[in-house]
């Protein structure tokens, strides 16, 4: 006679089996090697010290109309201790709001001598202008609260930094070759100074926000 089948244990077989893959999914993401994250600060971003106290923030800079009208939208978070350096040819009026901005922000107004004029919380998808009650030509962006809970006020001065590092050059088109380097500058003799011909090279073989 033969044996009696045992359906049920090939069916919990199935299910450890299916259990033990998930979980072995969910831990191979949580490690960092599932797809890469969103609304995160970009790598080419460049980043600044600014000083206010004894405290310090690595600031994003935004200089120029697009990085401004840009700002912080898309985001899904903002690490403690970062924010966002808008920077202007000059001083003016400045406005923000919170269009596709999720992150709760606090945004101080800053004069060109360093100045904090003004303190402001802004609400995630707010669309309710916040303006500079005087012309600025800074303003930094941080997590909300982060001023209120270092007890810092308008009056208190930032340390801005000296120089904004530059923006990196474009990355060339598909297609398009890389560029090449510029060659080395010579440098130039003295006035006066006594300066030999070069001897001819022989020749060479040839071959183939709104507003803000």
């Known amino acids: 006679m033969a044996a009696e089948e045992k359906p049920g244990w090939n069916r919990h077989l199935v299910t450890f089996l299916l259990i033990f893959a998930l979980g072995g999914y969910l831990m191979f993401r949580g490690r960092g090697c599932g797809p890469p994250k969103v609304g995160i600060r970009p790598l080419e971003a460049r980043l600044v010290t600014v000083g206010i106290g004894k405290w310090q923030v690595k600031a994003e800079v935004a200089d120029t109309p697009e990085l401004r009208h840009k700002g912080l939208s898309g985001r899904t978070d903002l690490e403690p201790g970062y924010g966002m350096l808008f920077v202007y040819e000059e001083s003016a009026t400045r406005h923000f709001w919170m269009k596709d901005t999720i992150v709760p922000l606090s945004i101080a107004f800053i004069k060109e001598d360093g100045t904090i004029v003004q303190i402001e919380k802004m609400q995630p998808q707010d669309l309710t202008q916040v303006s500079s009650e005087e012309p600025v030509k800074y303003a ?40 090449e380097a510029a060659p080395p500058e010579t440098e130039e003799a003295p006035a006066g100074a006594d300066v030999q011909p070069e001897a001819a090279p022989e020749e060479a073989e040839t071959g183939a926000p709104p507003t803000e």
């Open 140 to 179: 930094l962006e941080v997590r909300q609260g982060w001023f209120e809970e270092r007890r810092l006020s308008p009056g208190i001065k930032a340390q801005l930094p000296e120089e904004i590092p530059p923006l990196p050059p474009p990355p060339p088109a598909p297609g398009e070759p890389e560029p």
